[in-house]
């Protein structure tokens, strides 16, 4: 059989196995996860009083996988009566979907959460191929959250006379909600369960990059028998998710996505009666005190900027390391930074996936220019990076400084910058001075430094020795112009209730 | 008396999520078959049971440089591993193969002895033609503070053994905290070994790959110091191939390639060689294969 | 030829197995028609004592895991409940119960096993809480399982009054050994059935059949056991249960509760089977202002 000339061809006799030990691990060979069980559709449609129908401009749009550049689908391009027409059955659903027993609701919610959960691989292969995002990301990350944030809500449903002191809390009507592309399962479910649960209904509007995942979710929401317009989700552009906030029929928007745009929703709704949350963007610190657990410390640097390439909100993109350390803390993070692979996302191996469009690799290159002509070190590892596609490699930017545009704007790539510090006061007062307030990182051995650190910035979730955990029973949202509002736990059924 | 040993902190949950990551690694087809190939190459065969005998030796012997006879082209293990008085018959059954010869000592597995039996402990293995001594340390001392009595006590063996290598086991199960595993890691590394090994495989647990990687990292902050290879073996609880392969890409993506030998890497395993066996006749033959085709010796 | 049935044996269920009393002993059940419908096995202090070892063995692995995880396993027992629905109506009519009031019961048995699912990452939530000491102290309290508790399950409801005691108890993270109603005991079997198939652990929940009268005392002044639960009207038993539970300062209380109102499905009933912690660590107050927690 050809396979023990294999064995025999790969050793040579005399020798020991040095010769064939750089192509053991070097390049893992290809693993990539199985795409062949799927149901991909070639055309998809708004999903509207709980059927699948036609746009009304009658215009379908190409949606690609981001790590060939290739179309993956047709999706129905939503305008703004296709708008009018989904909260006008989100409103009349929303009469009896308010009075159904709440025992009832939840197991709605759990049903959801079950198939989710059910067909959790197809959902993981449908996020990658969408979204460019590696596929043990979607698999071991995106997905199980999504199922368990449905979880976690459908268990509040009967019980919101607890969460609210001396309150007797009703449902406020219908949500109006508006999710980005870089975790469009995740941020649909997070913001879905939540509504749900405390008795509204939802038109909701995913990212025109990423809608694929959202209307599997139309799918299995209306195998779950959840009511006619209850969840209504129209795919389109800016201008579909422009039509949302400004339909006088919405009660409540939630938004998650660029803080250009936030700010343009806040003004928008100005002088009306509707309430908002919104969750935007970041440029988080995550800090190294020299008493750290250094290669775990180092590895959370790594989550923190790249997970998910660094698109990512909550990334924690602006590197301090207490001066003492930063030398040692530098050489292991490029040493570490040598084992990531960058590559097909649907490879079980891939750390980094594909960037999630040609406007976001812009964006990112971009910057990457600006900081080398800043006059910023820069260095990124050799690595292979496929042809095709959007695709970045991790890149540092060394020795730069407050005043450094990269480290003042937000990226949403694999780019982190390095700064250093002296004392705990500089970095609390560097750490806070930016607009911006979502979340921050803290590495000390030293409980007591850690608390000291959590009271005093002034960001919505600090990650002391961990990054980038999220969990259903977790309040997740920002200071400042971060956003307000926050999402998960029990303070995330505030926004959705009225008393 | 100076008491104090300063190494780095571990954060354990940290080191957890790690390992985590590196099991998502998928190693297929060819890096799997050449991973195997490595592993069983890396083995220190092993027995040291109170019911050894002469005649166990010489059939594990055997079985060291003969793996398989009807697969083609395996490697041997690396070495075997035995007790002592076990050490002429094993160097009379190996005659004329590379297969190395390692020998426990020390009062193995306690330790709790006299530095004067250890000493002779350790003569006898040599004189009796031992390649490679496994020794270990006290972990009573260590648990007591007394790290200047550790340390010492592994320079002292270092020197008994001169040229042979010498492995410093840590029995990371008794040592209860992973920052006591790189403590003990440092002072080990620091005293003069030349490989740092987990357990005796006496008690559980024995290797774990999170203990692993305290150690490997220890490895590595040496050699960024002082550009010196030590060497390293996780020994008990590491019984299939899938096991191995992810300790392999462990040792690969912490230490790289230099380390990916048998020189500087060792399983101190019984029965995993038998399971890549059984991988590798699967490869072979194309069918998952059984137990009843390959010998256990 | 008629097909003859197969009837079903009740044995107890201790440590995920399904042992016989060691005692040997059995006492009859008949329906309203006072014809015999099963024999029952009469527990001993032994299968008591037995039963106890076994929570106490599950009890650190089912406090230590994650709430999120009860949660998905209590869902599941609901799963498990809801499929085999018929099977509980029917034996709830077996013991006399009305089909409409039987088909009530295991509605309502099924949905409290949802709500408390809900409970169980949620609790902590509610009832713990991080205090504002005027120290420079980050300060927090929690709530924590308080081991393995006895309980004597209501008489009156066969599925409802058990489903109504076990789910709070271990949602809570607690393990448990409860003796079933004595008049209508074979929906407690046929439920540790359920649980068998619920990636419930073993030991986590014991179910034993017998006479409080003879267990009661055992059930309150055992020594490993940390709290102590009673659901009947016999005022003699209640009293001595609260006097022996003193014996090592157990908790003990007493749920003498209508359980197919709405208002005895709470987490207070969680709670009760709760300790809270306090913990204390300092803040460093290096910087401009104070301590802030």
Redesign the interface.
Known sequence: MATSKNIKAVQKKSAPFVSSVKSVFQNYVPAPESSDHIQLKPQYNLFINGKFVKPLSKIYYDTINPATGNKIASVAKGNDKDIDAAVKAASKAFQSWSKTDPKERAKYIYRIARMIQERAREFAVFETMNGGKSIRESRDIDVPLAANHFFYYAGWADKLEYAFPNRTPQPIGVAGQIIPWNFPLLMAAWKLAPALATGNTVVLKPAESTPLTALKLAEIIQESGLPDGVVNIVTGFGDCGAALVNHPKVNKIAFTGSTPVGKLIQKSIAGTSKKATLELGGKAANIIFDDAPIDQAVEGIVNGIFFNQGHVCCAGSRLFIQENVAEKVIKKLKDRMKTLIVGDPMDKNTDIGAINSQAQLNKINHYIKLGQKEGAEIFQPECSIPSHGFFCKPTLFIGTSQSHRIVQEEIFGPVLTIQTFRTIEEVIEKANNIPYGLSAGVWTDKGSKIFNLTTKLKVGVVWANTYNKFDPTSPFGGYKESGFGREGGVHGLFPYVKF | MNKSWISPTVDQVGVEERVARFNTRSVKKESKMQGMLLALNMIDLTTLEGKDTAGKVKQMCYKAMHLADDIEGLPTVAAVCVYPNHVKTAKKALQGSNVKIASVATAFPSGNSSRKIKLEDVKIALTNGADEVDMVISRGEFLAGNYNFVYDEIAAIKEACGNARLKVILETGELSTLDNVRKASDIAIYAGADFIKTSTGKIQPAATMPVTLVMLQAIKDYYDETGIMIGMKPAGGISTSKQALQYLVMLYETLGEKWMTNEWFRFGASSLANDILLQLGKEKYGVYYSGDYISKD | MQHLDILKTYKLYIGGSFPRTESGRFYKLENNKKEVIANICLSSRKDFRNAVVAARKAFESWSGRA??NR??IL?RIAEMLEGRKMQFVEELIMQGVSKANAEKEVRQAI?RC??Y??????YQ??FGSVNPVASSH?NFSLPEPTGVVSVIADENFSLLGLVSVVMPIIAGGNTCIILASETKPLCSITFAEVLATSDLPAGVVNILTGKSKELHTHFASHMDVNAVVYCRENGEEAKAIAELSSLNVKRSFFWQKIWTKAENEN?YLIMDLQEIKTTW?????????G???
Request: aromatic share 20%; charged share 15%; proline share 7%.
């Open positions: 709430a999120f949660g998905q869902y949905d949802v709500y699912s809900g409970w169980c990452d949620k939530q509610l980050f987490p660590h300092p803040i460093e107050n290096i910087g401009v202002s301590a802030k927690y």
